[in-house]
């Protein structure tokens, strides 16, 4: 894969999210956040992806379906427009402001940004349990050359 940090990469894609992974797995920084062990979905404009995080990595993207959010410990819904206006936001300041962090989303959007297809809160909770490495996840699209459908 060419440097994703140079190339255009079109969001939401697989492609997109598969550099961000890419990114932090060689990423000193995001391993000693400690060990994240989720699940984790991703709602886009009509887009389901669902990525995979293992001990110290992002182990797996792929582009799923609403079927697929039953497996994941919770899923981050926005519109195109709010993940656009995130990562906006996160280029423009090297990371996330406090008003565009996860957790103000999930606070400040009416219903939240985080839920959970199956109800179980145990799983649910999984979101706020690894909220710091998801957070360093998403500031690493700063570096990212993010172009909007």
């Known amino acids: 894969m060419s440097d994703p940090a140079t190339t255009s990469l079109k969001f939401p894609s697989v492609e997109w999210f598969q550099a961000l ?25 009509g887009r389901v992806f669902v990525i995979t ?3 110290f990595e992002c182990t797996e993207v792929k582009e799923g379906t609403e079927y697929d ?5 919770f899923y981050l819904e926005m519109t195109v427009e709010q993940w656009q206006e995130l990562l906006i936001n996160t280029r423009e300041n090297n990371g996330a402001d406090l ?21 179980d809160q145990l799983r649910a909770d ?10 360093h996840f998403f500031d690493s699209s700063a570096r990212l050359e993010t172009v909007f459908e």
């Open 21 to 45: 992974r890419e990114l932090v797995n060689k990423d000193e920084e995001f391993r000693r956040l400690g060990s994240i062990d989720a699940v984790m979905g991703i709602k886009a404009g």
């Open 53 to 55: 995080f293992e001990a």
């Open 69 to 73: 959010l039953i497996d994941a410990d």
């Open 99 to 119: 008003s565009h962090t996860l957790n103000t989303l999930d606070l400040t959007i009416q219903g939240g940004i985080s839920d959970n297809a199956t109800g």
């Open 126 to 135: 999984v979101f706020f349990r690894v909220n710091q490495s998801l957070q």
